[in-house]
C-alpha cells in the first residue's frame, strides 16, 4: 500500500545524487600523482587518507565542484522525480553557498526535480526536524541525527560509511530503487 501522506524529505547531495568523489579522485590523480579508486575511500575525511591540509583538499573540492562534469548516482534522477510528485523534496547540502549557482546548474542539467536547496553552514536555523525522511552517505551525520524524535533516516552505502548499524538508528540502502520503496511503501 502506498502511503497517503506527503513526506517531507531531505536528500543529501553529494554520494547520495552526486557522485563528486569520481571528480575529486581525477582531480588528486593530476595534481599530485596519487591514484585511488573509489573504493579505497574508507572514511569521509579524504583529506586524511590522501595526506593533505584541509585548505590544500578544498580546492580541490572547490575545483571539483565548478567542473559540472560529475556523474550522477544511478536512478537518482528517476526516483528523485517520481518521489517529487507525491512529496516536498529538499536537497541538503553542506556544500559553501557560494556555489549554490553551480549546484543548481547540475541540478538542472540532470533534471533533477526538487522543492527546495538548503545550505546547512548558512541556515542553522533549518533543523533535521522538519524531515519525515533524511538521506545521506554521512554516518557520522546522520548517527548525530538519530537523536531527533520522528526522523527516518536513510544511509545510503558508500565505501567511507561501512560500519554496523548499531541499535537500528537508520535503514542501509544500496540504491535508489530501495530508497523508492522504502518510502513509498512506509506505513504510518
Not at 117 to 146: C, Q, T
Not at 168 to 183: A, C, E, G, M, P
Request: proline share 2%; with cysteine; glycine share 4%.
Amino acid at each position: 500500500m502506498s502511503s497517503k501522506r506527503l513526506f517531507n524529505i531531505g536528500i543529501d547531495i553529494d554520494g547520495v545524487i552526486c557522485d563528486l568523489v569520481k571528480n575529486i579522485l581525477f582531480i588528486i590523480k593530476h595534481k599530485y600523482g596519487i591514484s585511488l579508486k573509489k573504493s579505497d575511500i574508507y572514511k569521509h575525511e579524504i583529506h586524511e587518507i590522501l595526506g593533505l591540509s584541509k585548505l590544500s583538499f578544498f580546492k580541490v573540492f572547490e575545483e571539483a565542484l565548478i567542473s559540472l562534469n560529475h556523474p550522477v548516482i544511478e536512478n537518482a534522477p528517476y526516483y528523485i522525480n517520481k518521489l517529487s510528485k507525491k512529496h516536498k523534496i529538499t536537497i541538503v547540502t553542506s556544500r559553501p553557498s557560494k556555489f549554490n549557482h553551480f549546484t543548481k546548474q547540475w541540478l538542472g542539467l540532470n533534471k533533477i526535480n526538487y522543492h527546495k536547496l538548503v545550505n546547512i553552514d548558512n541556515e542553522k536555523h533549518y533543523k533535521l526536524s522538519k524531515f519525515d525522511f533524511f538521506i545521506d552517505d554521512h554516518l557520522s551525520e546522520i548517527i548525530l541525527a538519530s537523536s531527533i524524535d520522528g526522523l527516518k533516516l536513510i544511509l545510503f552505502d558508500q565505501p567511507w560509511n561501512k560500519s554496523y548499524n548499531i541499535k537500528n538508528l537508520f535503514t542501509r540502502v544500496k540504491n535508489w530503487r530501495d530508497i523508492y520503496s522504502l518510502i513509498d511503501n512506509y506505513k504510518m
